[in-house]
């Protein structure tokens, strides 16, 4: 049960990967932003009260059983673009899944970034109505709302995750990380952009659905388990993620893929366009290239991802000295970009340590480094676990 437990937070983390605008060019995988701590923080909290509000209201109702009454179950999945210096940021990428055990069916509705939503206040630009920017003005919690008016229904949980957590969880799934992530945020070259890039968000999670559903009753072992289920801001608690695995391995969509409904609001004329991992570099291209020169200025400069990779390292190793990065780069998990397996723990091992030295609490310490030993142990990782250890033993267990 563990290990479906494993594949189904997999499944819904993939609702939320599609388009974060941390990216400021298309081809430039791995741009680094510098942004303020303190704004950062700010959305951090925003998001853990509204998780802890929702989770509150849960425990009062002992309500262990995600699925109501109606057999129902609807989950809000955002994913949040962290633009440098703001202090909310975008509500870039909009999924709502709704499973429903009775019928044994599962729909996943898209809401298109852009879609026209209301503005709390005044001087705001005509071009700023939209859905995306009412989580910047407004918050997230009003961000939230007008979602759900949008969607005209309420959801029963969120999931809130970031563009570097979803790099990793891509690279665990042995697909391209980059490539895939380029895909599913690419919009030029589609006659209908934002609906088109919504909906293949929706047909991505369904090929994903229905690709890993034979595997949630096997022994597959992925190693992610906590994990995996830290990297989500979200108010449902593990053991109702092991009540959705249940319940996903009895609507079989390996065997019974029309139990996926695609739903958009509103409803555009758009295109189911399947995800086809060995083909991607190909199909991005044929989308770039004829309009390479037209697009808006810095959209697209064909730099390579192995000099990207060389500007995010360098970055990562100048900011090393620079306390506000520290904080920054590890509330982000900004090594889980690098694509190198040495470069990349290298780069964690280092911002775990110079991350610690900026804490002042020692029982937060000793979270921080725990977290990181029992995340080595469960990926197999052995020698930087037992560097966590020593670690622990020299600088935190002695003072």
Known sequence: MKKIILIIIIILILAVLGSFFIWQKVANFFSLPHTNNSRAGQQEKQIQAMIDERRLQSLNSEKTD????????????????????ETNGHCDAIQLLEINKIKQRVTITAVPRGTYAPLPGSGHQPTDYYVSKSCEVG???????????????????????????????????D????????????????????????????TFIKQMMIKFTPQLSSKVNL???YVIF??????????QTQ???????????????????????????????????????ENINSLLKPI?????????????????????????????????????AFTNYIWLQIEDDNERELAHYNLVAKYIYLLEDRAEKEKVITDYIIEMEDLSKDNWASKGKEFFKINISGS
């Not at 509103?266 to 189911?272: E, H, L, N, S």
């Open 66 to 85: 995600p699925f109501g009454a109606d057999g129902i179950v609807k989950i809000l999945f955002i994913g949040l673009d962290n633009r440098i210096g």
């Open 139 to 173: 918050g997230l919690d009003y961000g939230v709302k007008q979602i759900e008016k949008i969607l005209g229904q309420k959801a029963d949980y969120l999931v809130f995750i970031g563009f570097s957590q979803a790099m990793g969880i891509f690279r665990q799934l």
């Open 175 to 202: 697909l391209p990380a980059a490539e895939t992530m380029q895909w599913l945020r690419l919009r030029q070259g589609y006659a209908i952009g934002e609906p088109q890039r919504a909906r293949n968000h929706s």
């Open 223 to 225: 190693p992610w388990g």
């Open 230 to 239: 830290k990297l989500l801001h979200t108010d449902l608690t593990f053991n």
């Open 243 to 281: 009540k959705l695995a249940e319940e996903m391995v009895k609507i079989d969509l390996a065997s019974h893929p029309e139990r996926v409904q695609l739903l958009m609001r509103p409803a555009y004329d758009v295109k189911d366009i399947s995800y086809n991992p060995e083909k991607l570099n």
């Open 292 to 328: 390479a020169g037209i697009i808006p200025e810095g959209a697209y400069t064909g730099e390579t991802k192995e000099a990207s990779q060389q500007e995010l390292l360098e970055k990562i190793n100048k900011g090393m000295a620079d306390p506000e990065f520290i904080r920054w």
